[in-house]
Every structure is written in C-alpha cells, then in structure tokens.
C-alpha cells in the first residue's frame, strides 16, 4: 500500500482493504507518512507499517513525500503496489516499470475537483484539467481499479472499475443492541461548514422547539477544529448545551457502540464540492449497519442507495428547517423509523457490509497476481 495523504491506520486502508489481504495470506506492507513518533517500521494486527516524513502542507514537503514513496517502495520489491492518490500512483506506475510490478489505483476522491478547488479561481480551471489527464494517463498503465462509489467509477471509463464501497464490517455491529426509542441525532466522523456544521446547529434549534428533551451528538470532532470558537458560542447563546456534544475523536472500535446508541443518524454534505455531489461516506454504511433511519443529501449516488433501500429520508441540505423537519418526523413516528432502521440493517447484511466488498478485493488480486 502506498499512500502520500492518508495516515498508516487509515480505515479503508489499513483497518479494511490491509487486514483483509494480510487475512487472505498477503504478505502486507503500509508505506505511509509518519503520525506521532513513528519513525522505525512496526507491525500491527499482521500488517507491517513502513513510515515515512509526517504530512505537512507546501509542495516541498509533498516531493519530499513521494521521494521516500518511491525509495522505500522500490526497495520493498513487492508483487503489487497498490495506491491511494494519483501522486502515489505515479510512484507506483514507475515502480511497476522499474521492477516488472503490477500496479492497482485505489480512487477515494474525484481528485481534479478536489485538488483545483486548492487553485484561485482564474487557475481551477487550468488544474481540473491537468489533473484530470495526468491521474487519467496514470491509471490506464495500472493493472486494476477500484473506486468507493459507482459515480466515481464512471469517470475512468475506458477501464473496468471494481466499486469498493466504504463498508463497515458487518461484525463490528453485531450482535445488534438497540434500545428503546429515544431523542439521540448523531452525526458520525468530522464535521465543518462545507459537511453541514451550521445546518446541524441551526436543525437542532428548531427541533428543540418542538421536542424539548432531544440531544444532538458528533461523534468524532470539528473538522480542523479552527470553528470551535463560533460553535461554542452559538450553543451558549441558543441555550442548547443540554442538547449539544462533541466526544472528540474516538478509537475505531468505540464507535459502532456509539452509533448503536443513537436513535437517528444525519448527513450534511454541503453541495459545494463535485466530490461531495458524488461521494457516498462511510458513515451513510455505518448508520444503516447499527440499524438507524438516515437524513441524507438528495444527491445522485447517495440518494439512489438511500430511495432504493427506503432507510431515509432525503432532504436539501442547505435548507435547516428542511432538516429539522425530517428529524421532527422520524422521532414523532418511531415505527417508521425503525421500519427504516430494519431496512437499512438488512441491506448491509446483503451488500453493504466489508465482508462483502472482500470478495470484490480478492477477485481482483487473484487476476493480477495468478
């Protein structure tokens, strides 16, 4: 595993996508910028981590990066490299010349709007597209592909694409321990204004006029944490320090329990990015894994599973009485809810769970490794 951007205990790349090809006899290796103090190889749950220098913002620093992507990945001599972003693609593309490798591209984002969304706006359009042919060149020398999304897997069209979801394994939420119904919204993972953070806020001021006891929850933290100042003041100045928490960042294995807890679980993506209109998060599989009815983006990809399922209900995500009025009925109408909840759960024992995406991960690596 190569990755330039994403920290070595990443949940799709070590804690899924690593452990389950070290589970299938893979000999695995995560070559990764360096969280902490690590500086010297460790091994965990079976899976070698290989560090390199921590991440840090400016392109020297990212060259710096790839230079000991490609020094470390070189000298591993591995079968395959698999990687994560279009700069550790390149690493691995030249690698796969170098040393007669096979080489498989892991798309997360749409990396083009993403990266361009960085540029000023006379210079996005000149980045979309620069990165838009680079990683296209790149991935049409890789010897397989995967994608976390079906809308995202359309992009590369002139190959073949195995959709990877961002699918919790099915065992970390069973057995399923639900109580009875109460008034717990959570949002799960890192949330900022362009995830929705002032919708959420502004959400749960008109729900509390109408359910007095109800609590909102992140479970996870402000992302980047610059908006912690304006959030604690506009919680303090609405009264609602009752109804508001952040637990902070919790360990992987803490959360499903969290989750399970809750009564409702809300996406707020903001419809500000490409990437966002066509993403599907992990927490949309997690909240249908710990059986929650979902208030989720009417955006195309998410939508779809979201309608096709009937674990949710779709709103406009800019709009927090629309918001507001979604969580109002689901906690007012709790069969519904939980009809939605038992909808969502039993979807993900079917399809979106880890354990199913493993079958598309060593499908994959058998035909590029026999």
Not at 54 to 71: A, K, M
Not at 128 to 150: K, P, T, W
Not at 302 to 318: A, D, Q
Request: hydrophobic content about 40%.
């Amino acid at each position: 595993m190569l990755t330039s951007g994403h920290h070595p205990t990443d949940n799709r790349i070590f804690h899924r996508e690593a452990k389950s090809l070290a589970g299938m006899g893979y000999d695995v290796v995560v070559v990764a910028p360096s969280e902490g103090d690590m500086k010297d190889a460790v091994e965990e749950e079976g899976v070698q981590i290989v560090p390199v220098r921590p991440f840090r913002r400016g392109w020297v620093r990212r060259l710096g990066i790839l230079w000991d992507l490609l020094r470390k990945g070189f000298t591993l001599r591995a079968h395959v490299y698999h990687c994560h972003e279009p700069e550790s693609l390149w690493v691995g593309v030249l690698i796969k010349a170098l040393r007669g490798a096979r080489a498989i591209y892991d798309v997360h984002e749409h990396w083009p709007s993403l990266i361009a969304d960085h540029f000023r706006a006379p210079l996005r359009r000149g980045a979309f597209v620069l990165v838009e042919i680079l990683e296209r060149f790149a991935s049409r020398r890789a010897d397989g592909l995967f994608a976390v999304s079906g809308a995202l897997g359309t992009w590369y069209n002139r190959k073949p694409v195995e959709v990877l979801y961002n699918c919790p394994p099915l065992r970390l939420f069973s057995p399923l321990r639900k109580g009875p119904p109460g008034r717990l919204v959570v949002y799960e993972g890192g949330i900022s204004p362009d995830r929705g953070l002032l919708v959420f806020l502004e959400a749960l001021r008109q729900v509390r006029a109408r359910i007095p006891d109800v609590r909102f929850q992140v479970v996870g933290d402000l992302k980047g944490g610059e908006d912690r100042e304006w959030v604690e003041e506009f919680v303090r100045r609405h009264g609602l320090e009752p109804h508001f928490e952040l637990t902070g960042w919790l360990p992987y294995s803490e959360v499903p329990g969290r989750l399970m807890e809750a009564d409702i679980g809300v996406i707020l993506f903001q419809p500000l990015l490409y990437n966002n209109l066509i993403g599907v998060p992990n927490k949309l599989f997690e909240y249908m894994a710990a059986a929650l009815p979902v208030v989720a983006p009417h955006f195309p990809e998410m939508g779809r599973i979201v309608h096709e399922v009937g674990c949710g209900v779709l709103v406009n995500p800019t709009d927090p009485e629309a918001v507001a009025h979604a969580i109002v009925r689901l906690l007012s109408h709790p069969e519904e809810a939980q009809r939605m909840g038992k909808q969502g759960r039993r979807a993900v024992e079917e399809r979106y769970c880890w354990e199913r995406m493993e079958e598309k991960l060593a499908r994959v690596y058998d035909s590029v490794t026999l």
